[in-house]
C-alpha cells in the first residue's frame, strides 16, 4: 500500500495461494461509488480532484465488526484506477486489497466489485488511490469499524464522532507530480496541509459545552509526518488501528504517513471557538494549517495566535510513540498469533532486516528497500501465481538484508513460509522519516530507537504491551522492529 513516501516502492513478502469468497451470516452493507474528476479549490486555487460521488474528500464507511462490504466502483476517470483499504485486514481473500501487487486496476469506464469483511476488527482506518499519484488528488475518506452492540468498548459513548483526515497538499495535479519524480527531482516542500479536503479555518467540528467527542485522525498525506493539536484543549488517547489504548493525555500528537489515531476531546472549555492546528515534522520550514472547533453557544471568533508545537525535535516524538501502550484488560479483538494471546513469548522463527534508500536510476527518481526499487509487472503478482504464469516474478528476487549495492530496478519478492513469526527491522540510515504499511496484517511495534539495530537492540523491546498495528514510522537515522504472524496469504510491505 503505498504510503512509503508516497512513492511508487514496494517490497512484496509472498507466500502464495489463491482464496475464494465465502461470507458468512454477518450484515452485508452496500455503496455505489462514482469517481470522477472535479474541481476543487482547497488552497484557493482551482484543481483537478478526484471526486467520488461528487465529494471530495469521499464519503466515509460506517461499519461493524465483522460487517460485508460491497462497494461497487465506477472508474469514470481517463486513467485505470485502484483503491486500498488501509488496514482492512482482508483475511478472506486478499485479491480485493486493492494495490498492484494483488489487484487488477479498474480501466476507465469500468467498474468492480470490492467484497470486503471486517472480519474481528475494531478501530480507524481510511481508504485512499493506490496506483500513478492519484491520492494526491484525492479518492480518500475514512473508514470506521464499530465494536459489536454488546461488546463493552472501554470508555463512554461520545456525544459525536468525527473523521479528521490530514494531509500535506501540492497545487501541482498527480500527473505533474510522477512527472518531477521521472524528471530526476525529488518533491518539494508541499504547498499546504489540508483537514477533511480544506485549507486555513475551512473545516470546522462542532461541540456542545461539557460534552465529549471522538476523533478520528488519519494522515492520508504523501510523505510529511504531521502534528495534531487543539487549543486549551487536551486529548486522551483511546484506540490506534484498531488497538485500543492505555487512555493517556496528550496536548499534541504526531500522526505520520498513514496513520490513524482516535482521541477524546471534551469540550470543557469557556464557549468560544478554538484553534485545531496542524503542522509539519522534522521540516526546517514548517507549513501549518488551521481548523476550527466550535462550541454551540459559542461567545465569539478564535483568539490569540494558534498554540505552538514540536517542530523538528525527534526525541519528543520518539517518547511520545514509547508511551502508547495497549490497554491490556480493555475489551475487543485480541490478536492471537500462534494461538498465544503473549506475542512476547512466542519464539521467533526468522528475523528480516529491511533498509530503505532513495537514488536516481536511469535519470528518475526512485526509492529502494534492500537496494531493489519495485517495478509492478503488467500482470498482479497473485493474479501470476494462481494461473502459474512463468516469467513475472521470480522469489527471492530481494534479499532479507541490506545488501548496501546501488539501487535497481525488479518486481521483488521475498519467500517466507506460512504460519511463521517473525521479526522486521526497519533500518533507516536516511535523513528523513519513513512510513511503513503492512497490507493486511496487524503486527506488534516492539521497539525503535536511533542508530543501527543490532542483536543487542532486542534488549529494549516492549514484550508486554506493545500496540498492535498496521503503519509504524522510523526515524532518521533510527531503526523500528516488529513482530509479525504470517498466519495469511499475499501480503505486501510499503
Ligand atoms: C458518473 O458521473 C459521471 C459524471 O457526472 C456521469 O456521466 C456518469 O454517468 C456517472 N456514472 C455512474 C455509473 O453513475
Ligand atoms: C458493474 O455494475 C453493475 C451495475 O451495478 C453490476 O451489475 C456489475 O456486477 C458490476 N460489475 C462488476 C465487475 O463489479
Ligand atoms: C483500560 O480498560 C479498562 C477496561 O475498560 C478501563 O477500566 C481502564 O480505565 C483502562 N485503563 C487505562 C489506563 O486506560
Ligand atoms: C496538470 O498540470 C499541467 C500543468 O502544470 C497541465 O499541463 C496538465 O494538463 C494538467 N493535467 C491535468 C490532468 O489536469
Ligand atoms: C522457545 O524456545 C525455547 C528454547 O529453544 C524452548 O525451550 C521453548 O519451549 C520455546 N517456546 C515456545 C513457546 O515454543
Ligand atoms: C484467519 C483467516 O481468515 N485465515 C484465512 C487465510 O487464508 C486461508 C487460505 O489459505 C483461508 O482459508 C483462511 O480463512
Given amino acids: 500500500m503505498g504510503v512509503k513516501r508516497g512513492v511508487a516502492t514496494a517490497v512484496v513478502l509472498c507466500v502464495l495461494a489463491f ?19 472535479g474541481d476543487i479549490y482547497p488552497l484557493g486555487v482551482r484543481q483537478q480532484g478526484i471526486l467520488i460521488n461528487g465529494q471530495f474528500p469521499g464519503p466515509d464507511i460506517h461499519s461493524v465488526t465483522n460487517d460485508n462490504l460491497i462497494i461497487n466502483v465506477f472508474n469514470s476517470l481517463d486513467q485505470p484506477f485502484l483503491l486500498s483499504w488501509n488496514g482492512v485486514q482482508q483475511r478472506r481473500n486478499s485479491y ?13 469506464g469500468k467498474n468492480f ?74 518533491l518539494a516542500l508541499p504547498d499546504g496541509i489540508l483537514i477533511n479536503g480544506r485549507g486555513d479555518n475551512g473545516a470546522s467540528f462542532n461541540v456542545e459545552q461539557g ?52 482521541v477524546l476531546v471534551t469540550a470543557d472549555q469557556p464557549p468560544r471557538d478554538y484553534y485545531i492546528v496542524v503542522s509539519t515534522r522534522f521540516t526546517t520550514t ?40 495497549t490497554n491490556l484488560t480493555a475489551s475487543g479483538p485480541r490478536p492471537n498469533p500462534q494461538g498465544s494471546y503473549h506475542y512476547g513469548l512466542i519464539n521467533l522463527t526468522r528475523t528480516i532486516v529491511v533498509s530503505s534508500s532513495a537514488g536516481q536510476v536511469n535519470g528518475k527518481q526512485r526509492y529502494a528497500i534492500n537496494s531493489v526499487s519495485y517495478v509492478a509487472p503488467d500482470t498482479p503478482l497473485k493474479v501470476a501465481d494462481f494461473f502459474k504464469i512463468p516469467g513475472v516474478f521470480r522469489v527471492g528476487s530481494i534479499s532479507d538484508r541490506p545488501s548496501g549495492s546501488a539501487i535497481y530496478l525488479d518486481t521483488s ?51 508486554r504491551d506493545a500496540v498492535s498495528r498496521c503503519t509504524t514510522q522510523v526515524y532518521p537515522k533510527s531503526w523500528t522492529a516488529i513482530y509479525v504472524a504470517l498466519d495469511n496469504i499475499t501480503r505486501c510491505i510499503s
Fill in 211 to 262: 460534552k465529549t467527542y471522538r476523533l478520528r485522525i488519519s494522515n492520508v498525506g504523501l510523505e510529511n509526518s504531521l502534528n495534531f493539536r487543539i487549543q486549551n484543549h487536551k486529548m486522551t488517547l483511546v484506540e490506534v488501528e484498531g488497538t485500543h489504548t492505555l487512555q493517556t493525555t496528550y496536548s499534541s500528537l504526531d500522526v505520520h504517513v498513514g496513520q490513524s489515531y482516535s
Fill in 286 to 325: 514548517v507549513l501549518t494549517t488551521t481548523g476550527i472547533l466550535r462550541y454551540s453557544n459559542s461567545a465569539g471568533p478564535v483568539q490569540g495566535p494558534p498554540p505552538g508545537g514540536p517542530t523538528i525535535q525527534i526525541d519528543w516524538s520518539l517518547n511520545q510513540a514509547r508511551s502508547i501502550r
Fill in 413 to 463: 519478492v521475498m519467500q517466507t513460509d506460512y504460519r511463521t513469526f517473525v521479526e522486521i527491522v526497519f533500518q533507516n540510515d536516511e535523513d528523513i522519516i519513513q512510513s511503513y504499511h503492512l497490507d493486511g496484517y496487524s503486527f506488534f511495534v516492539v521497539g525503535m530507537d536511533g542508530g543501527t539495530w543490532t542483536a543487542g537492540s532486542r534488549n529494549e523491546y516492549n514484550l
Fill in 96 to 108: 480485493e486489497d486493492g494495490v498492484f501487487g494483488t489487484t487488477c486496476p479498474i480501466p476507465p
Fill in 113 to 186: 466489485t470490492y467484497i470486503l469483511q471486517v472480519k474481528d476488527q475494531i478501530g480507524s482506518f481510511y481508504y485512499f488511490p493506490s496506483l500513478a499519484f492519484h491520492k494526491a488528488a484525492g479518492g480518500f475518506g475514512g473508514i470506521r469499524i464499530l465494536s459489536r452492540p454488546r461488546i463493552p468498548v472501554p470508555f463512554p459513548d461520545p456525544a459525536g464522532d468525527y473523521t479528521v483526515l490530514i494531509g500535506d497538499w501540492y497545487k501541482a495535479n498527480h500527473t505533474d507530480l510522477q512527472r518531477q519524480l521521472d524528471s530526476g527531482r525529488k
Fill in 19 to 37: 482464496v475464494s469468497v465465502s461470507l458468512g451470516e454477518d450484515p452485508y452493507r452496500f455503496f455505489d461509488w462514482n469517481v470522477t474528476y
